[in-house]
């Protein structure tokens, strides 16, 4: 096991008062907007931060806490999968135990019949298995194993490889390929070997009530919010440990998560994961690299990545607000954390806050480039 890795991301570095103005004033307009009551935006590059803000409350109500880039904890939904699960495959593949070119029934055997034998690991990560992109299991039962057996049993929409279709049940599938191939629940292999080998102190899965007051909630329940509960009802009915959503974090841990992946699997001089790895998991495979997807705006005119990354960057985005963009080839990353799906005023707030994303990470680039 890697050694645990304590370090902060670095401090920010001095800059122009008013070098990041632009990129604030869009946070705040989607507050304003009435898009989300907070959020939190950290800028950074490989060896420090550039800019790490709050903003707004934790709920519409002006009492509550300025959310913290240090210490306010997030529901990251399906940053889930990039930061816990991709990561503990990747832990997996190094350690020999997994090979991204297997069938995936060659871990799970209960995934099989049909077109099922021919989906590899490499699949699942690249959105390319053939499965439907969301399957409400939480309506069907109230049992883990349940969940688990219509899991495996989901028929195929499309032959293996053929179609690129996100979904949400590539990563249950490799949550639970994680546990059966390690032997330990998905959050315990992925804090033991990723989240605190980088460092991330405060990231897991599950939040005690104790962590209330410093994490933003996601929802409301008979006008009372609702925190420190996952949003996503499949990740819910799976214990709220799952390989698509669950996993909770602050900004200040992702902006570490953000640089080790700069770093080739570095950070501070520690070596997390070996260079090769993280070189694996980055091949393109059309619009998603393994985990990521390509910040590829000739796709997306509103993409939630802007217009103006170069074409090495990729990144992630999740229901409940939040976003993370890497870019080796400006050495930047953004972080923008926000907790959208508590309470909007706006309609179709999903949408609304992608252009409020596109927007921030033109504005981003623009001032890390300086005058």
């Avoid at 997994?98 to 995936?104: F, M």
């Avoid at 009372?224 to 669950?246: E, S, T």
Wanted: charged share 20%.
């Amino acid at each position: 096991m890697p050694a645990l890795l304590l370090l902060t991301a670095g401090p920010v570095r001095p800059a122009a008062a008013q070098q990041f103005s632009t990129a604030d004033s869009i946070v705040e307009s989607g507050i304003r907007r009435g898009i989300y009551p907070g959020a939190v935006l950290v800028v950074g590059r490989r060896d420090g931060l550039l800019h790490a803000h709050g903003f707004g409350h934790l709920t519409w109500g002006p009492s509550t806490p300025v959310p913290s880039p240090d210490s306010t904890r997030w529901d990251l939904a399906s940053l889930t999968k990039v930061v816990a699960t991709t990561g503990a495959v990747m832990r997996l593949v190094e350690q020999g135990r997994v090979d991204l070119d297997a069938p995936v029934r060659h871990y799970l055997p209960r995934f099989d019949g049909a077109d099922r034998d021919q989906v590899t690991v490499r699949l699942l990560l690249e959105h390319r298995s053939g499965l439907p992109s969301y399957v409400p299991f939480f309506k069907q039962t109230a049992v883990r194993d349940t969940g688990i057996a219509l899991l495996y049993h989901t028929p195929l929409r499309h032959p293996p490889g053929v179609v690129t279709e996100y979904s949400d049940l590539n990563f249950l599938l490799l949550g639970l390929l994680v546990e059966v191939v390690s032997g330990v629940p998905l959050d315990q292999f992925a804090e033991r070997e990723v989240l605190l080998p980088a460092g991330m102190a405060h990231t897991g899965f599950r939040p005690g009530l104790a962590q209330r007051d410093h994490t933003a909630p996601t929802g409301r329940w008979h006008g009372r919010p609702v925190c420190c509960v996952v949003n996503d009802q499949n990740a819910a009915l799976f214990g709220g440990v799952a390989g698509h959503a669950g996993l909770f974090a602050t900004a200040q841990d992702l902006a570490r998560f953000a640089q080790l992946w700069l770093g080739l699997g570095s950070l501070s001089g520690r070596v997390v994961f070996q260079a090769s790895t993280v070189r694996d998991f980055l091949k393109p495979a059309g619009d998603w690299l393994q985990g990521w997807e390509r910040a590829n705006p000739d796709h997306h005119l509103d993409s939630a990545f802007g217009q103006l990354l170069s074409d090495q960057a990729y990144g992630h985005t999740g229901w409940t607000g939040t976003l993370l963009w890497i870019d080796p080839g400006r050495d930047l990353f953004m972080v923008f954390l926000t907790n959208r799906s508590y309470d909007p005023r706006v309609p179709d707030s999903i949408r609304a806050l992608r252009g409020v994303r596109g927007a921030l990470a033109d504005a981003v680039v623009r001032a890390a480039a300086g005058p």
